[in-house]
């Protein structure tokens, strides 16, 4: 009985993981069909989870929901025509600019770089920063004719662009007149310990990770603008737009943004590429120091090690979509799964809130 127990569970082991291979590999077949359908929903959702805060504050005012989710659908609108008509055309334009451009920092940057390799030449110093130079110079031309390809591509898509936005925009009208009763009938499908906590971890983390890092983005964006101009850096707010934009990437997302800009402005200037860094990597100290655990706190509560695994995951999965969700849907796991084994774990009673039964005293005295 003994070996026949040890055979089962090994039988049980052995198949499980050629049955969970399958099953991920059908869901990820089943994700890549249906991928641009997931991201549109998965948008509005995550719009809709933002709008959520000020229409439970301007509901106050009217008398029914409705009534708020229109007045904050037709203000956000308005902030997405304004920005359309004067932020976006400028942000085009400097990016235009600098992909024109960059031929030329290049070949001023590989002079300097032919210049300091003879200066080390002439000292016998083991350097051959040319050879290395034009290697890196041959495959940023060749991704900046990809980034300009690209650009075509995207003039003509922008009309099927429109179109996403505009869908976007209604569905999270929708889910917000009727979201909560729908993620409620979804929730009930759930056996009542997992579908409560899951929900609630879900709702924790979707809603304050993206809170939190669009407002630090913010700050970056806010704070680098002036500082760039000041430094008089080329295409000031296209480069602090970027950086901003890649504090949606959690953990990694600024420092990766800070030595893109970085290397950009070294081609054109190498102490003005140094005074970018260090103006950039200050903002992002007081960011990650002050600012992001006063937003943020510890409702993720991930280590470094999972992080750096969800995104990888999150990357091979879904791409750039994959990365900037999989933080937020490791979260929601590990909440979960929190939350279940507290459940399950015994109540532990005190000793000294027990109550003690009082002795009895038997006297033999007559």
């Known amino acids: 009985m003994h070996r026949w127990t040890y055979l089962q569970r090994l039988l049980f082991f052995g198949l499980s993981g050629p049955l969970l291979a399958l099953n991920l590999w059908i869901l990820s077949q089943i994700f890549r069909y249906f991928e641009h359908l997931i991201a549109l929903l998965t948008i509005s959702a995550i719009l809709a989870f933002l709008l959520n805060y000020p229409v439970q504050f301007i509901a106050r005012f009217y008398r029914s929901r409705s009534q708020a989710v229109i007045v904050v659908l037709l203000l956000t609108l308005a902030i997405l025509v304004i920005l359309g008509i004067t932020l976006v055309p400028v942000v085009i334009d400097q990016f235009t600019q600098l992909l024109n451009n960059i031929p030329a920092w290049l070949e001023a940057s590989n002079d300097n770089?032919?210049?300091?390799?003879?200066?080390?030449?002439?000292?016998?110093?083991?350097?051959?920063l040319k050879s290395f130079g034009t290697q890196v110079y041959t495959r940023i031309e060749s991704q900046v004719q990809v980034l300009a390809t690209q650009v075509v591509g995207l003039a003509i898509g922008t009309l099927s662009g429109l179109f996403d936005t505009v869908l976007v925009i209604v569905l999270a009208f929708y889910m917000l007149l009727?979201?909560?009763?729908?993620?409620?009938?979804?929730i009930n499908l759930l056996p009542p310990k997992i579908g409560l906590p899951f929900s609630e971890s879900l709702?924790?983390?979707?809603?304050?990770?993206?809170?939190?890092?669009?407002?630090?983005?913010?700050?970056?964006?806010?704070?680098?603008?002036?500082?760039?101009?000041?430094l008089r850096v080329p295409f000031a707010l296209l480069f602090a737009?970027?950086?901003?934009?890649?504090?949606?990437?959690?953990?990694?997302?600024?420092?990766?943004?800070?030595?893109?800009v970085t290397i950009l402005v070294m081609l054109n200037s190498f102490w003005l590429?140094?005074?970018?860094?260090g103006a950039a990597l200050l903002m992002q100290q007081i960011k990650d120091n002050i600012l992001a655990p006063r937003l943020?706190?510890?409702?993720?509560?991930?280590?470094?090690?999972l992080i750096f695994i969800a995104l990888l995951v999150g990357a091979q999965s879904a791409g750039v979509f994959g990365v900037i969700v999989a933080v937020p849907i490791a979260?929601?796991?590990?909440?979960?799964?929190?939350?279940?084994?507290?459940?399950h774990q015994p109540k532990v009673v005190p000793t000294d809130m027990v109550p003690t039964k009082p002795s009895i005293r038997v006297s033999t005295e007559e």
């Open 178 to 186: 009727y979201g909560a009763d729908l993620w409620r009938g979804l």
């Open 273 to 277: 590429g140094v005074r970018v860094a």
């Open 296 to 305: 943020m706190g510890e409702f993720i509560g991930l280590n470094p090690i």
């Open 203 to 230: 709702r924790l983390n979707f809603q304050n990770f993206f809170i939190s890092q669009i407002l630090l983005g913010l700050f970056m964006v806010a704070t680098l603008t002036p500082i760039f101009l000041v």
């Open 331 to 343: 979260g929601t796991i590990k909440g979960t799964l929190d939350a279940l084994r507290l459940l």
């Open 241 to 260: 737009l970027l950086i901003g934009m890649a504090e949606l990437i959690p953990f990694i997302g600024a420092t990766l943004g800070i030595g893109l």
């Open 113 to 128: 770089l032919e210049k300091l390799d003879t200066w080390a030449k002439q000292r016998h110093l083991p350097l051959n």
